[in-house]
């Protein structure tokens, strides 16, 4: 049983969009309609002439206190016993509750014609039958063959890095508890599993 | 920090809230108005099957928003979601209101054939515990109107809607529209009775217009010295002019100008009262209340921290 968790360091993010692209990829997300489980924010931080970019790579945060599973009525949304944040696609009646209690933008609705699109351009291989809301799994099938998460595995500057952050010897451990990494949003008390070294 | 305009919930939403608090608050108040007024049994029975139908086409608007509206009986499953909540109070609500009103469905001779089916020891006994099922009714009424404000009020990153101030304004609105509404129907009945009941209406209903306005106050008050999205949705309110003038001008000012001559100088207690101002002021608290619902629903932004 592991507690897994991701480490953004923004210092070498560079903002090339791989790990969008890879997630949307290996997860079917519905990049036709625009929406994708992980996203690069591009944001100007400062101000003129003291400005300069700032590259925030975002995705769900897997909480521990998880607002959205409170919101669930029908249970769908669920922690697995490695704390990954999961939805059961036959059980979300996409009522939209977990949207609007998520305090980081990382559900979207996976809707029927995305799903109409989805059949159209993988054919038998289809990974959402139903419409249902959507949103990451820390690619949970891949780490059931011991692979790292898509976005991991592409990200082409090191920038997630991805691990057990209760393996005491892990990349992720020592530098979510390095001091240097800090989660979103911590005055909401959702204790996120996602953390941020800033750049 | 970014503030950004919720795109997840819209006017189906708002109609659910709307019709929600509506058709809990007018079992409610006609319920408590059985039990202390005892007024008559026909517009009784309209306002117990106007505010069924209000909360089955609020929960058709609800069903529509969802994506998979087949599947909403798995939504009794997770008892620390309001939505959980909302659908026992809603089936509690509907089994009190539908146990209500079959003994005063005699009063139709379109219904008396149906209520002539049901066996009579049934009938009975919903006849001998009318009054106590008014009672459950009257608290399933207002279970459903506050669960509306619970229900958006439980979102963290929108500050303007995670207030405790939300379920209480919803409530309060709720019963001030179910008090509109009543008043409407006690307006236009001819039961010799409906000017008393009228007027205890227009009390009630200016007195909830009151509370209502303090509420706002509060709220916005507390929304306006917050450095958070709570502040960039007041502001956004403000500069609403269907918020202002649709909402606070003509869906309080006005009814509550209108109830406040009524009560002081319409003479009330003659028969000959003049309905139009009444009539006007129950529609207008009615718009005001579907009004305040989709503005507070536009106005919700998520704080972002980047």
């Known amino acids: 049983m592991a507690r897994y968790g991701m480490v953004m360091d923004m210092r070498t993010c560079v903002g090339c969009q791989a790990c969008m692209a890879a997630c949307s990829t ?14 690069v924010e591009d944001k100007e931080v400062g101000t003129f002439p003291d400005v300069r970019r700032v590259q925030l790579p975002r995705l769900c945060m897997h909480c521990e206190n998880t607002p959205c599973l409170s919101a669930c009525p029908t249970g769908a949304t669920h922690m697995d016993k490695n704390g990954i944040v999961l939805v059961n696609n036959d059980r979300c009646i996409g009522c939209y509750a977990c949207c609007i209690a998520c305090p980081y933008d990382a559900r979207y609705a996976y809707e029927r014609e995305d799903v109409e699109k989805e059949h159209e351009l993988y054919g038998k291989d289809v990974s959402h039958e139903t419409p249902h809301v959507d949103k990451c799994t820390f690619c949970v099938q891949r780490l059931k063959e011991k692979l790292e998460p898509a976005c ?5 500057t090191h920038t997630r890095i991805f691990g057990d952050l209760d393996d005491r010897q892990s990349e992720v451990h020592k530098l979510a508890a390095s001091g240097k990494a800090q989660a979103l949003n911590q005055g ?3 204790s996120p599993k996602v953390f941020y070294i800033p750049s | 920090m970014t503030f950004v305009h919720q795109e997840v919930w819209h006017w189906q939403i708002a109609t659910y809230l709307f019709l929600g608090g509506l058709g ?17 049994r026909k517009m009784l029975s309209i306002a117990v099957m106007s505010s069924i139908a209000f909360l089955v086409v609020g929960t058709v608007f609800l069903l529509a928003d969802m994506l998979q509206p087949l599947k909403a009986i798995y939504a009794l499953t997770n008892p620390r979601s309001w939505i959980f909540w909302g659908v026992v109070f809603i089936n509690f609500y509907f089994i009190a209101a539908i146990a209500y009103i079959i003994p005063l469905l005699d009063e139709w001779p379109l219904f008396q054939p149906i209520v002539q089916k049901i066996p009579a020891p049934i009938i009975g006994l919903l006849e001998r515990f009318n009054k106590l099922v008014a009672l459950g009714g009257s608290a399933a009424g207002f279970l459903v109107a506050i669960y509306t404000g619970l229900l958006i009020s439980a979102a ?9 101030a939300l379920p209480l304004l919803f409530v309060i609105s709720g019963f001030s529209t179910g008090a509109a509404f009543l008043l409407l129907l006690s307006m236009l009945s001819s039961n010799p009775a409906a000017p008393v009941i009228s007027a205890k209406l227009e009390q009630l209903d200016a007195m909830l217009i009151v509370t209502e306005l303090i509420i706002l106050g509060a709220y916005f008050n507390f929304a306006m010295f917050l450095p958070t999205g709570a502040r960039a949705s007041a502001e956004f309110l ?29 003479g009330h207690s003659q028969e000959n009262k003049p309905k139009l101002p009444m009539l006007l002021a129950s529609s207008l608290v009615l718009l005001g209340g579907y009004l305040l619902r989709i503005y507070v629903l536009k106005a919700g932004m998520f704080q972002y921290p980047w």
Do not use: M, Y
Request: glycine share 10%.
């Open chain 1, 26 to 39: 290996e997860n079917q997300t519905p990049f036709w309609s625009e929406k994708f489980r992980t996203h």
């Open chain 2, 24 to 40: 809990g608050a007018t079992f409610a108040i006609g319920a408590v108005l059985h039990l202390f007024e005892g007024c008559d």
């Open chain 1, 152 to 156: 991991v595995a592409t990200c082409p």
């Open chain 2, 238 to 266: 403000f500069h609403s002019p269907v918020f202002i003038v649709g909402f606070f001008v003509a869906g309080l000012i006005v009814p509550l100008a209108i109830e406040t001559w009524g009560i002081f100088f319409g």
């Open chain 1, 188 to 190: 909401l008390g959702t």
């Open chain 2, 156 to 164: 963290p990153a929108i500050n303007f809607w995670n207030t405790p």
